[in-house]
C-alpha cells in the first residue's frame, strides 16, 4: 500500500471495533479481503467482540479483566 503522494510502505494494519455493524454478507467480504491482505505478508490486528471474526482468526490475544484493577493476557 502507498499513501497519495507519499513513496511510503505499508505493512501493518490495525482495526479497532470496526464490524458490528456490517451484515453477514459484507462482513464475510471484509474477513475475506484481510484474509488475502494477511496471505500477502501483511499484518493485520484486528479489536472486535464480533463472534464471526473469532472463529476465523487463529491467533488471539484476549484480555480478561479480573477485580482490583488487574487483567490476564491469554495468547491463543
Known amino acids: 500500500m502507498t499513501l497519495a503522494n507519499k ?12 464490524f458490528g455493524t ?3 454478507n459484507t462482513l464475510e467480504t471484509v474477513i475475506s ?8 505478508g ?3 490486528g ?3 467482540h464480533v ?14 479483566k479480573k477485580s482490583n484493577g488487574v ?3 491469554d495468547i491463543l
Open 7 to 18: 513513496n511510503v510502505k505499508i505493512d501493518s494494519l490495525f482495526i479497532d471495533e470496526g
Open 22 to 24: 456490517l451484515d453477514k
Open 33 to 40: 479481503t484481510l484474509e488475502t491482505l494477511q496471505s500477502q
Open 42 to 44: 501483511k499484518m493485520i
Open 46 to 48: 484486528i479489536i472486535s
Open 51 to 64: 463472534e464471526n471474526l473469532k472463529e476465523r482468526i487463529p491467533t488471539q490475544i484476549q484480555i480478561t
Open 71 to 73: 487483567s490476564v493476557v
